[in-house]
C-alpha cells in the first residue's frame, strides 16, 4: 500500500460494470489494504473480474429490496473487525484520481475530529452530452468544510459504525442522510482541493437526464419528510421550490385561465428566472436545466407522498 500511515480499506459497489470496473478496481490496487466488492446481481462477468483483480467479493442477496446503501452496507460489514482505521467508498463506475487516497488519508490524519473526507469528482466525458457537462458541475461543490458528500469519499471506521452505516431503506439520497447523522454525531466532513475521482454517468438521452431528476425529488421529499423540520431543514427548499415551480405554478396558470386567460402570463416566470439564473454567470445551459428540473422533480416529490399514501402512512412529516 502506497504512502505512510494507517491503514486504508476500500469498498465497491457495482452491477453489470464491464470494463469501469476494471479501471474502478485497478485505481486502488497498490494504494489500499483490502478491496470488497459488492455485487448487485450481474449479469455479466463483473463477479470474474473482480476475482481476477484480488477483490474479496460480496454478492448481494437480491431476494431483499435492493438499495445502494445496503450494498455499501454489506461491504463496510464485510470487512468485519479486522477492518482498518479508513475506508474509501467509490461506485463501481468511478476511479480513483492518482494521490488521492494519500490525500484523503493524511487529511484524516491531521485532524482527529473529521469523520468524511471527499474531493473533486469529474467526469470521464463532459465532452459527451449537455446532462454530462451538467453532472460535472454538479460536482463542483465548494472546498472546505461540508454537509454532504456524494457515492466517493473517505470515512473514519469509527465514525461510519458510530451512526450505524447508511440507511439502508433509502433507494435515493442516502449519502447527505448518513452526513447529517455524522454532523449531528459530532464528526465534521470536508472537502479537500485535491483531485478524488472520475465518474463515468454515461447520460446521453434526454430520458436518463429526466429519471435521474426525478430521483432527486423524491429523494428530497423523504429528506424533508423525515428532517425537513429539524434545526437541519433538510432538503426542505428543494422540496419546496420543486413543488412550486414544477406543480403549483403551473396549476395556478392553467385553472386560472379557464376565469380569465391571463392567468397564463405566470408562466412568464419561467423564461424569467431562467434569465436571471443565466445572468447570475451559470450559464446558459445550466440555467435552462435547473428551471426544467422543477418538473421531474415534482414528479418524484409526489411520487414519494403517493408511496406513502399507498401504504396507509398518513402522516408526511416525520420530526426526526
Known amino acids: ?61 437480491m ?32 476511479s480513483v484520481v492518482a494521490g488521492w487516497i494519500d490525500a484523503a488519508r493524511a ?49 473514519r471506521h469509527a465514525a461510519f459504525a458510530q451512526v450505524g452505516g447508511f440507511d439502508a431503506g433509502l433507494i435515493a439520497g442516502e449519502e447527505p442522510e448518513l452526513c447529517l447523522r455524522l454532523r449531528r454525531a459530532g464528526w465534521r466532513l470536508w472537502r479537500l482541493d485535491a483531485e478524488m475521482t472520475a465518474h463515468d454517468a454515461a447520460l446521453t438521452r434526454f430520458g436518463q437526464w429526466w429519471r435521474r431528476a426525478r430521483r432527486a425529488g423524491f429523494a428530497f421529499a423523504e429528506g424533508a419528510a423525515r428532517y425537513g423540520f429539524a434545526p437541519e431543514r433538510h432538503w426542505l427548499r428543494e422540496t419546496l421550490r420543486a413543488v412550486v415551480w414544477g406543480l403549483l405554478l403551473p396549476l395556478a396558470g392553467l385553472l386560472g385561465a379557464l376565469w380569465n386567460p391571463w392567468a397564463l402570463l405566470l408562466w412568464l416566470a419561467y423564461p424569467a428566472q431562467v434569465l436571471r439564473l443565466w445572468r447570475k454567470g451559470l450559464g446558459a445551459d445550466w440555467a435552462f436545466f435547473t428551471m426544467l428540473s422543477k418538473f421531474p422533480e415534482a414528479q418524484g416529490v409526489l411520487g414519494y407522498w403517493w408511496r406513502r399514501l399507498r401504504r396507509g402512512e398518513a402522516r408526511l412529516i416525520e420530526y426526526k
Not at 464485510?78 to 474509501?88: N, T
Not at 454530462?132 to 465548494?142: S, V
Not at 461540508?146 to 466517493?152: F, K, L, V
Open 1 to 61: 500500500m502506497s504512502g505512510a500511515g494507517p491503514e486504508v480499506d476500500a469498498v465497491v459497489i457495482g452491477r453489470n460494470e464491464g470494463e469501469r470496473l476494471s479501471a474502478a478496481l485497478g485505481s486502488l490496487t497498490g494504494g489500499v489494504r483490502r478491496i470488497i466488492y459488492v455485487d448487485s446481481g450481474s449479469q455479466d462477468d463483473s463477479v470474474a473480474r473482480a476475482e481476477a483483480l484480488g477483490a474479496e467479493v460480496v454478492n448481494l442477496d
Open 63 to 94: 431476494t431483499q429490496p435492493f438499495t445502494a446503501a445496503r450494498a455499501r452496507n454489506a461491504g463496510f460489514a464485510a470487512l468485519g473487525k479486522d477492518a482498518a482505521e479508513f475506508v474509501q467508498f467509490i461506485d463501481g463506475d468511478c
Open 107 to 155: 487529511a484524516l490524519v491531521d485532524e482527529p475530529a473529521l469523520g468524511l473526507v471527499c474531493g473533486r469528482r469529474r467526469e470521464r466525458q463532459p465532452e459527451a452530452s449537455v446532462y454530462n457537462r451538467l453532472i460535472d458541475r454538479e460536482w463542483d461543490t465548494p472546498v472546505g468544510e461540508t454537509r454532504a458528500c456524494g457515492g466517493d469519499f473517505m470515512v
